[in-house]
């Protein structure tokens, strides 16, 4: 059975931790003890710990460093080709310069020097372009997946030389040079890519790049980092280049969130991952670090079924819209840590425009919309047409843990309106197999989902491409098709910024997106004795430069 760190029969204020053997000390037995707050100074080395509620069910790279729990592990054991920080900006990593053509779709890549894998490979040209065909195509016969936001008009990729990669795309491909910072997009050692899935699903036996190397793991249990003394190619953005500072990190499982954080309030972890909102003031209050970096990406909310009525009409979808009340979700169910959503996509995505104006709370609206689509109140508050209630079925996200309180409250919010709304909780696995994008019973799919650069959106709105077709549209909406191949055709960001804009205005307009927030997937709880932690462009915590005092 796995080893687990805290007994749940525990209080939150008398904690009684053994520590485990194969965790090979990283935690000691701290019970009743609260946390030191003098502030030492900050010192090269230490051990820390980090807890989290997940460590997923493979590490297969391709299929596990998108995840939001292992990509955690990724981000410290490999290396990207561009760095991207939280507000989208792109800069040199193991890609030291780049070019493009006028059409861009051919890149050149031109490669820091001296960089290895952990086997003593060399991440050199043939070591990138091996990455590069695996990130595309994948092996699917072996479960082995393409990453999913890799472009898709890929062609192909040369080796000039030793430190030269020329990229070639089938059409013009803009977002390129960002999406090489997604954090599916990691550079793994060619002897690894080769190995067969079961291999790869063994994190001992992969061979990264990155500052930390596996020292030890247990499936569902724990993996130990430590750092690797020999690198040397850190990106400059984070202002060192050189080995960490930080001897191990630990990631612990620990699926309660109220044991996570309180083993970093007495002192027995450095940090606890997805806390409650709730909490959030008063631990800071407290003196903890908390931290609720938003991401690159769409932002919460519902990607519309337009197949299934009634939904397929645009003045029930356009009342949806008005209808919500996105203030009061804020103050009710998070803190002002979050943001309203001012569009489908989050505000600090390069491309992103305001269109509050399109999501202001507007109940008279959304009910006139209604009643003009002929839909009309019953003595109970139910709308109904042809003898049908207005009903809305929501699937609560399992991967937010606030999804379903928001649910609830947007279905108090909509009854006022009219609307008959029931709520469906599943577990990850179920979720998985019963709630799919324009499904025959899902009207609203709620997306958390994340992307570095903006000219993606519109392939994933669709089925060009093979597109993920979001709101059931397929080829039927011209107005949707020549904006998504107008985007992706665009050479420049001064081309394709205004037809950006334009494609937020027509998809709010319609409906076919309804926003919740802005999102905050990623919550940190952090001891105030861990400094210098820095949050890239996906809201993944890097400890590459952090210290910790004594």
């Known amino acids: 059975m796995t080893e687990r760190l805290f007994s749940l029969s525990l209080s939150r204020r008398r904690l009684l931790i053994t520590t485990s053997a194969v965790a090979t000390g990283a935690l000691a037995t701290m019970a009743g ?82 960089a290895t894998f952990s086997d003593g490979t060399p991440l050199d040209a043939a070591a990138v372009v091996a990455n590069l065909d695996i990130w595309y195509a994948g092996r699917k016969k ?58 790869q699903a063994d994190l001992s036996k992969t061979s990264g790049s990155g500052p930390y190397l596996v020292d030890s793991w247990k499936e569902g249990d724990f993996v130990k980092l430590v750092k690797r003394k020999d690198y040397n190619w850190g990106p400059a953005a984070v202002g060192h280049t050189g080995p960490a500072f930080l001897d191990t990190i630990t990631y612990k499982l620990v699926s309660e969130p109220s044991l ?16 409650s909102p709730q909490e959030l003031t008063s631990l800071k209050q407290d003196g903890f670090t908390v931290a609720t970096p938003r991401y690159l990406g769409f932002v919460n909310g519902w990607a519309i079924n337009t197949k299934l009525a009634p939904y ?47 999501l202001a709370y507007n109940p008279d609206k959304a009910e006139k919309l209604l009643d003009a689509a002929g839909w009309i ?62 499904g025959p019973a899902v009207p609203a799919y709620e997306v958390t989902r994340s992307f570095i650069d903006a000219g993606t959106v519109a392939s994933i709105l669709t089925d060009a491409n093979n597109g993920e077709n979001w709101f059931a549209l397929g080829e039927s ?42 999102i905050v997937q990623r919550i940190y709880v952090q001891s105030p004795k861990l400094k210098g932690e820095t949050y890239n462009g996906v809201a993944y915590a890097s400890y590459y430069v952090a210290t910790k005092s004594a």
């Open 33 to 114: 003890l609260t946390p030191a707050y003098s502030a030492g100074e900050a010192v090269n080395g230490g051990d820390i710990t980090f807890l989290i509620d997940s460590l997923g069910d493979t590490w297969i790279p391709n299929n596990s460093a998108i995840s939001s729990f292992q990509g955690h592990i990724w981000g410290h054991v490999t290396d990207k080709l561009v760095y991207v920080d939280a507000d989208g900006k792109v800069s040199p990593w193991i890609a030291e310069r780049w070019e493009q053509n006028d059409k861009a779709t051919e890149f050149t890549l031109h490669l820091k020097g001296g």
């Open 377 to 438: 109140k019953g003595a109970d508050g139910i709308r109904a047409k042809d003898g049908k209630q207005l009903s809305l079925t929501l699937n609560s996200n399992p991967y937010l843990a606030t999804s379903k309180s928001i649910d609830e409250l947007i279905a108090q919010q909509l009854a006022a309106i009219g609307w008959k709304v029931d709520i469906r909780a599943y577990d990850v696995v179920t979720f998985g197999q019963k709630v799919q994008y324009g």
């Open 260 to 275: 996570r954080v309180a083993a970093v309030q007495s002192g027995q972890a450095d940090i606890a991952y997805n806390a």
């Open 477 to 518: 909406d011209a107005k949707l098709n020549e904006l998504r191949d107008k985007i992706a055709s665009a050479g420049s960001a001064e081309i394709r910024n205004p037809l950006l804009d334009e494609l937020q205005k027509y998809v709010l307009e319609q409906g076919y997106f309804i926003p919740r927030t802005q």
């Open 312 to 358: 397929d009409d645009v003045k029930v979808r356009q009342a949806l819209q008005a209808g919500i009340n996105r203030q009061e979700i804020i103050d009710t169910v998070y803190t002002p840590d979050w943001k309203l959503a001012t569009s489908f996509i989050q505000s600090n995505v390069p491309g992103a425009t305001d269109h509050s104006d399109l």
């Open 142 to 199: 072996e479960g082995i997946n393409p990453i999913g936001l890799f472009p898709k008009t890929y062609d192909h990729a040369e080796a000039v030389d030793a430190a030269t990669v020329k990229v070639f795309f089938k059409a013009p491909t803009l977002g390129f040079i960002p999406t090489l910072g997604y954090h599916g997009s990691i550079l793994i050692s060619p002897k690894t890519i080769a190995q067969p899935a079961a291999q």
